[in-house]
């Protein structure tokens, strides 16, 4: 199903009229691959042409953007926005201009919030509030079950009439098969996708790192990745039975990529979304008991992230989703094992993958492009392109610009990001969401508008030296995100 872009909200602003001149546009659902003038009148793109070829519009702004180069928007379909209740974290205008200053055009924001968003009122509430706040269009998901405590459905076609693009309990698994099986049923008839955190805690219990070598070496309880790839493996069964449309969140395995790619080939509706963290890191990262690194599912071997890679490569996984999950500093700045889990990612996403994969030859630039805003499609969302007529959603960015991570500060009001202080290629010049300028860098060619106060951030940009420490933990408490 289909839906329009009144599915996504964000703050009035005014259309853009401006002309980039001269930038590399690289399209693959187009197949635009060369130089060209980008003309944009009245926030769509009314022309594009040879460089040098367009005027500039009569009220608008030139860019020169020679040796840059012109992507369609990015869309992350899986954000937590920590609005509302935890703003301290994060909130609509923080987290959107983080978006946006890492070349984002559209968020999909998830329902663990405080409270949780499970009913109708509380979205309408918050969609109000990304009519005032929002810096790009954002989307919501809303709860499963009641209180993400899968004990309890939501009313979902309540929810979906309200303006939920679909249901995630998203933080924690449906560990009830029967629950699942009747939400399943229930979506049928509402629509909208289901989208699912795969986690078995009986398997995964207190645990803080992925289970191996590493975290027998450290001492700390290891969460396996059967205890994801079983779920996996049962809901897309479910999803099969009950012809549903299924999106798994955030893989981490390669035996999860299996039982996926059996469902494809079964000819089950389901999808599956993968992170910058997992495609790019592993769990010898941990080895520095820095908190940045801890999240869940958590970061896994070597062979478990080229599985990912191969996986996003053939398209067996759909789209790359970021599970930004800000925290505030004293949140973090703990013994690992007490610190929640979660990682920043909107910012960083791009290069960090463009850095670790494109320029070491694990993936090819098109593929990384195309993947990036696949998420919209997905969830029924029009697709950011770059041709005449469409929405002006994209950004524009300097592959041979290096940037250190976290150096000049964040957008995002939280500095949990696991790429901080890496030096990465690739910085984004001007994002354009929904045919308006949402960030535009500084550049001797064209001031920078005045950017949002930079978050707080570590004092070091090194890792963190923790102490190790055996605390007693709640249930539970390590699965926050």
């Not at 980039?20 to 022309?47: C, K, M, N, Q």
């Not at 499970?118 to 269009?137: G, K, T």
């Not at 320029?359 to 098109?366: F, H, M, N, V, Y």
Request: hydrophobic share 40%; aromatic share 4%.
């Amino acid at each position: 199903m289909t839906y329009g872009r009144e599915h996504l909200h964000q703050r009035a602003c005014e259309p853009s009229e401006l002309l980039i001149r001269g930038a590399h546009a690289l399209d693959p659902r187009t197949g635009l691959d060369e130089p060209l003038d980008i003309l944009i009148v009245g926030g769509a793109l009314a022309e594009l042409g040879p460089p040098g070829s367009l005027p500039a519009p009569p009220d608008g702004d030139v860019l020169e953007a020679e040796g840059r180069h012109a992507f369609p928007g990015f869309v992350d379909p899986h954000v937590h926005l920590r609005s509302p209740g935890q703003e301290y974290k994060e909130d609509l205008e923080s987290g959107t201009a983080a978006a946006a200053a890492g070349g984002f055009c559209a968020l999909i924001a998830m329902p663990n919030t405080e409270p949780v968003l499970d009913n109708a009122a509380i979205l309408r509430s918050l969609i109000d509030s990304a009519r005032r706040q929002a810096r790009v269009p954002v989307g919501f998901l809303a709860g499963i079950t009641r209180g993400l405590q899968g004990a309890e459905l939501t009313e979902m076609a309540e929810l979906r009439d309200a303006g939920a693009l679909g249901f995630t309990d998203d933080g924690m698994p449906v560990v009830s098969a029967g629950m699942l099986r009747r939400a399943l049923q229930y979506q049928r008839l509402a629509g909208g996708v289901v989208a699912l955190h795969e986690e078995d805690p009986a398997l995964s219990g207190d645990g803080v790192m992925h289970e191996g070598a590493v975290s027998a070496r450290l001492g700390l309880t290891g969460i396996p990745s059967l205890s994801e790839s079983t779920f996996v493996a049962r809901d897309a069964a479910l999803a099969r039975y009950e012809d549903a449309r299924v999106h798994f969140q955030h893989l981490s395995c390669q035996e999860s990529v299996h039982a996926l790619e059996q469902a494809k080939q079964a000819g089950v509706r389901v999808s599956a979304e993968a992170c910058p963290h997992h495609l790019t890191l592993t769990d010898d990262a941990v080895r520095t008991l820095d908190s940045r690194f801890k999240m869940n599912p958590p970061l896994r071997t070597e062979a478990d992230r080229r599985a990912l890679v191969e996986a996003l490569r053939s398209g067996t996984i759909d789209c790359i989703a970021t599970d930004h999950a800000p925290h505030a500093s004293h949140e973090k700045e703990v013994p690992f094992e007490q610190a929640p889990m979660g990682t920043t990612g909107l910012e960083t996403a791009f290069a960090a993958l463009y850095t670790e994969l494109v320029l070491k030859g694990e993936l090819e630039l098109g593929t990384l492009v195309e993947r990036m805003s696949a998420g919209a499609a997905l969830y029924g969302l029009p697709t950011p392109r770059i041709a005449t007529g469409e929405p002006a959603n994209l950004c524009l960015i300097d592959l041979r610009a290096r940037h250190q991570v976290g150096a000049g500060g964040y957008a995002s009001r939280s500095a949990n990001c696991c790429f901080e202080g890496r030096t990465l290629h690739g910085r984004v010049v001007l994002t354009l969401a929904a045919g308006a300028i949402a960030f535009r860098a500084p550049s001797p060619e064209w001031p920078a508008a005045s950017p949002p106060s930079p978050g707080p951030r570590s004092a070091s940009t090194g890792a963190l030296t923790v102490p190790p420490a055996t605390p007693s933990v709640p249930p539970g408490a390590l699965t926050a995100r």
